[in-house]
């Protein structure tokens, strides 16, 4: 039997409450009633449309805790996925994200549609669309050989707003 899917990650922060509002406020998520009483340097919190127990830890290490030099200066995770649903949460999470001034980028990566942001420890993660099965063709198949920039408008227009992507949500076309 193999792996089925990633369940949780947990990242160390310097502020548990600023990490936490960042989570709830910029993306939705929301406090799990988990932590030990009285413990109070932890957060579990679990993604708007989630099935996990939690779906983040959030341990709190202090505010003298230095940046990450993962990808810089040492070896380490660069960053999560999260997957959304619809075209229409994706444009909704850029916005978000970019009012609160954590949007760092968009990429099309061809069956997949992305936008990248940073929480307030600098940590980097991804929220993206992807292409369901019944829906990709030779060019989005094609494009996953090349990083382009995201025009969210013409993905819209092309596979609808409203549109449920994700692996295994459809049954792919014979080729």
Excluded: C
């Amino acid at each position: 039997m193999g792996i089925h899917r990633l369940n949780h990650a947990v990242l160390y922060v310097r502020d548990i409450r600023r990490s936490v509002a960042f989570y709830q406020d910029v993306l939705g998520f929301r406090v799990i009633p988990m932590t030990p009483d009285g413990f109070g340097g932890a957060a579990f919190l679990q993604a708007p449309d989630s099935s996990n127990d939690h779906d983040l830890g959030l341990f709190e290490i202090g505010a003298a805790a230095g940046a990450s030099g993962a990808g810089r200066s040492t070896v380490g995770l660069y960053h999560l996925a999260w997957e959304v649903e619809t075209l229409a949460d994706l444009e909704n999470l850029m916005v978000a994200l970019a009012n609160a001034g954590a949007l760092v980028g968009s990429s099309d990566h061809g069956t997949t549609k992305s936008l990248y942001g940073r929480d307030p420890d600098g940590l980097e993660f991804e929220i993206a669309w992807i292409i369901p099965a019944d829906l990709l063709d030779d060019e989005a198949r094609a494009a996953r050989k090349s990083i382009r920039p995201l025009d969210l408008g013409r993905e819209k227009a092309r596979y609808g707003e409203h549109t449920r992507g994700g692996v295994g949500i459809s049954i792919p076309a014979a080729r």
